[in-house]
């Protein structure tokens, strides 16, 4: 891993994961190759609907993260921190079901061995196994702003993310996949809510930040709220539909503290009903039994 990436992924965990897994198109390829188990460059290609120009350049980000490595005959194999971004991906995979299930023709159906429960994937407490709420989590010091280069991370167009076939991961990428949204919903969870203290967290340009507001606004995860008549302003609050949201830059920044920042998490977590320092467990919706990737069967 580059010693820039080792740094941004000091700051704050989510931070860390965002820079080296990169933007929604590297996101869908850990989903093919940890779903099914895609290893070929044309593979992932015909699989995506992507082209090839992108593709490579993910697949080389995803390498030089150490997420994928490179195996014989020319093969992208899963790293152990790659085979572990299976929590972040199911848990992406259970919102978009939630929040888009009236949409027909979604193929990923993957089940829990354990209990045979079509799968819905939830973030439990290590210490009292409670299911984790958003309001149930207290951060202990606030991550020190991000120094985002977004020269380097170019929006991708979303609506090509389901070219080749419809799928709750690219509808919950829809809102998470693209770098500065992430960045704006992890500031939601750690409670900012006005404009100027978003742009002042992330430094990020005025008209960037409006545009993926409105944005989050559109697709239903935050709220436009008045708070002040004269002059009128305005501030952003999660929606019940972004609150749920809250397992994935949860298991985002679980992912980061577990591989990124060598076990010394920047943002230590508290879970108020217990009171103990917070690390999260993956677990089944349907059982609460723990689940890891190779506990569940993907059809
Ligand atoms: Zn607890
Ligand atoms: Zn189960």
Known sequence: MS??????????????????????????????????????????????????????????????????????????????????????????????????????????????????ERMSAEVRCSHCHDRVEAQAVRFESRPRPGRADSRRHRTPDLA????????????????????????????????????????????????ILAQRLDRLVELGVLDRVPYQEQPLRHEYRLTRKGIDLYPVPLAMMTWGDRWLADGNPPVPLTHLPCGERFTSVLACGHCGEPISRTSVRFA
């Not at 991961?169 to 978003?198: C, K, M, N, P, Y």
């Open 3 to 116: 010693d820039e990436m080792s740094v941004l992924a000091g700051e704050d965990s989510v931070f860390g994961t965002v820079t080296v897994i990169g933007d929604a198109w590297s996101w869908l390829v850990l989903r093919e190759a940890i779903f099914s188990g895609v290893t070929r460059f044309e593979d992932f290609r015909s699989r995506l609907g992507v082209a090839r120009s992108t593709l490579a350049a993910r697949l080389e980000h995803l390498v030089a993260g150490d997420v994928l490595r490179r195996g014989p005959g020319g093969a992208y194999l899963l790293s152990d921190r790659g085979a572990d971004f299976f929590g972040c991906l199911i848990l992406a995979l259970t919102w978009g079901d939630r929040w888009f299930a009236d949409d027909a023709g979604i193929p990923h159906v993957v089940t829990h061995i354990g209990c045979g």
């Open 160 to 207: 090509l993310l389901e070219r080749e076939r419809p799928s709750s991961v690219a509808r919950t990428l829809q809102v998470l996949g693209e770098h500065w949204s992430a960045l704006i919903l992890r500031e939601a969870f750690f409670g900012v809510r006005r404009f100027d203290d978003f742009q002042r967290g992330l430094s990020i340009a005025t008209n």
